[in-house]
């Protein structure tokens, strides 16, 4: 199974909300949650995720996602896809 490399959609319109702000507004929780958490404290400029959770997401929670993806982007975060 091949990694690809997912470019987070532009943000410029979006401004990124602090790691403490975005984490309450979605839920405690959650599987987004989760992975911010998990970005803030490997500190990595990649993170692996299944295509399944982007699809997942995207489709149960595409404010969430839009959130996450435009935080990620702003810390320079790569979003591997698998």
Do not use: F, Y
């Amino acid at each position: 199974m091949a990694a690809i490399q997912e470019e987070p959609p532009d943000s410029s319109s979006l401004i990124p909300a602090p790691t403490a702000t975005l984490l309450p507004e979605l839920g405690p929780n959650t599987d987004l949650a989760q992975l911010v958490e998990r970005v803030s404290r490997t500190q990595l400029p990649w993170v692996v995720v299944p295509a399944s959770a982007l699809t997942a997401w995207k489709q149960r929670d595409p404010t969430g996602w839009a959130k996450v993806s435009a935080w990620l982007g702003v810390k320079g975060v790569t979003i591997v896809r698998i």
